[in-house]
């Protein structure tokens, strides 16, 4: 072992083990925990809603090109939800929240409607910042025209609710 890859060694272990290591994650801790009380305070909703052909994990979808439609076309919904209530007890971080979705027509006659399409009741040892998620959606016999999805996301914990809409168009 030369003395360059000896000193680059300790130099990392001083780094990674050391009192910055420690001091560098009690503050990302703290930062954590600010989020969430900032979270818990503010009104549910959607961060992000993006109709996508593709989902394939956090932040990584394709989104759709327009809002033109065709029968029979998959559409998937990507969603970050934001200001989902954590509750904090005894070392645990917990989310629970659901979602319905409704596609009505322009003058908002419900042509279909799904509660709880998607539930979520997470609890882990760690807080959880990045939540995100999608459903699918076939639109099966729809007549061309202009119609809206809507998408209703329940905080079960926080007792409060948020909803987005889509407006899009059925075409031949």
Same mark, same amino acid.
Do not use: C
């Given at each position: 072992?030369?003395?360059?890859?000896?000193?680059?060694?300790?130099?990392?272990?001083?780094?990674?083990?050391?009192?910055?290591?420690?001091?560098?994650?009690?503050?990302?801790?703290?930062? $954590?925990?600010?989020? %969430?009380?900032?979270?818990?305070?503010?009104?549910?909703?959607?961060?992000?809603?993006?109709?996508?052909? !593709? #989902?394939?994990? +956090?932040?990584?979808?394709?989104?759709?090109?327009?809002? @033109? %439609?065709?029968?029979?076309?998959? %559409?998937?919904?990507?969603?970050?939800?934001?200001?989902?209530?954590?509750?904090?007890?005894?070392?645990?971080?917990?989310?629970? +929240?659901?979602?319905?979705?409704?596609?009505?027509?322009?003058? !908002?006659?419900?042509? +279909?409607? $799904?509660?709880?399409?998607?539930? #979520?009741?997470? !609890?882990?040892?760690?807080?959880?910042?990045?939540?995100?998620? +999608?459903?699918?959606?076939?639109?099966?016999? %729809?007549?061309?025209?202009?119609?809206? #999805?809507?998408?209703? *996301?329940?905080?079960?914990? @926080?007792?409060?609710?948020?909803? *987005?809409?889509?407006?899009?168009?059925?075409? @031949?």
């Amino acid at each position: 072992m030369n003395i360059r890859t000896l000193l680059s060694g300790l130099l990392l272990a001083g780094i990674l083990g050391g009192p910055w290591g420690f001091a560098q994650d009690d503050e990302v801790s703290r930062l $954590k925990e600010r989020i %969430i009380e900032i979270q818990n305070y503010e009104s549910v909703g959607f961060r992000k809603f993006i109709p996508s052909s !593709q #989902v394939k994990s +956090y932040g990584s979808y394709v989104p759709l090109a327009d809002n @033109k %439609i065709r029968q029979g076309d998959v %559409i998937f919904f990507y969603f970050e939800p934001k200001n989902v209530f954590t509750k904090t007890a005894g070392g645990t971080y917990e989310n629970h +929240y659901t979602l319905d979705m409704t596609i009505q027509t322009e003058k !908002q006659q419900v042509l +279909y409607k $799904k509660e709880t399409i998607l539930e #979520v009741h997470d !609890q882990s040892s760690s807080p959880r910042l990045d939540l995100h998620g +999608y459903f699918k959606f076939t639109l099966e016999v %729809i007549a061309p025209g202009k119609y809206l #999805v809507k998408a209703t *996301i329940h905080d079960k914990l @926080k007792g409060q609710s948020g909803e *987005i809409t889509w407006p899009f168009e059925v075409v @031949k």
